[in-house]
């Protein structure tokens, strides 16, 4: 992303279309990589709150079975937590194109904080109106909020590890 150079101000819109959240975790041996489809939210620049939600049954796992067991209350308990939230007490966006989101994630009925860290572009006119692009990763350990499920795989490992990642690449969109 490039340096941001000009202060972001006023209330800005989610695009949904062109904006993703995202998640992966220790798999065995290897890193397991899922996101949301739909993604929803806004931002009030002026008062650094970042507010954005992502529908639990919108994740992008095909495999029927697979994508039960993440719905079922083993993993995400869909029926019971439709959502996962997150709202920021503070965002701040830096001269150098830093930002950092100090907030609170909601999973499974848990509220936490959470400080996210990325980047952020200047804004440009884009085919709606103008824009700004924001990429934040946050690393959170999934027991904190309930998801403690596992199994040892043959050889005594675990099948899915504690530290999760979560990456948000947004393109907010300027409100009139």
């Given at each position: 992303?490039?340096?941001?150079?000009?202060?972001?101000?006023?209330?800005?819109?989610?695009?949904?279309v062109?904006s993703?959240?995202?998640?992966?975790?220790?798999?065995?041996?290897?890193?397991?990589?899922?996101?949301?489809?739909?993604?929803?939210?806004?931002?009030?620049?002026?008062?650094?709150v970042?507010?954005?939600?992502?529908?639990?049954?919108?994740?992008?796992?095909?495999?029927?079975?697979?994508?039960?067991?993440?719905?079922?209350?083993?993993?995400?308990d869909?029926?019971?937590?439709?959502?996962?939230d997150?709202?920021?007490?503070?965002?701040?966006?830096?001269?150098?194109?830093?930002?950092?989101?100090?907030?609170?994630?909601?999973?499974?009925?848990?509220?936490?904080?959470?400080?996210?860290?990325?980047?952020?572009?200047?804004?440009?006119?884009?085919?709606?109106?103008?824009?700004?692009?924001?990429?934040?990763e946050?690393?959170?350990?999934?027991?904190?909020?309930?998801?403690?499920?596992?199994?040892?795989?043959?050889?005594?490992?675990?099948?899915?590890?504690?530290?999760?990642?979560?990456t948000?690449?947004?393109?907010?969109?300027?409100?009139?």
């Amino acid at each position: 992303m490039s340096t941001a150079t000009t202060p972001i101000t006023g209330t800005w819109t989610i695009d949904a279309v062109h904006s993703s959240v995202g998640f992966s975790v220790k798999h065995i041996v290897s890193r397991f990589r899922a996101g949301f489809e739909q993604v929803e939210g806004s931002f009030d620049a002026d008062a650094g709150v970042l507010v954005g939600r992502a529908p639990v049954e919108s994740i992008d796992v095909t495999q029927p079975d697979f994508r039960g067991h993440l719905l079922s209350p083993d993993f995400f308990d869909v029926a019971n937590h439709p959502t996962i939230d997150f709202v920021s007490r503070e965002l701040t966006l830096s001269p150098d194109g830093t930002a950092t989101a100090t907030g609170e994630l909601t999973l499974l009925g848990v509220t936490k904080p959470v400080v996210a860290t990325g980047e952020y572009t200047e804004t440009t006119e884009g085919p709606a109106g103008t824009i700004f692009g924001l990429e934040l990763e946050a690393k959170v350990d999934r027991h904190d909020f309930g998801l403690s499920w596992n199994m040892e795989a043959p050889g005594g490992r675990k099948v899915v590890g504690d530290e999760v990642t979560i990456t948000v690449s947004l393109e907010l969109l300027q409100q009139a």
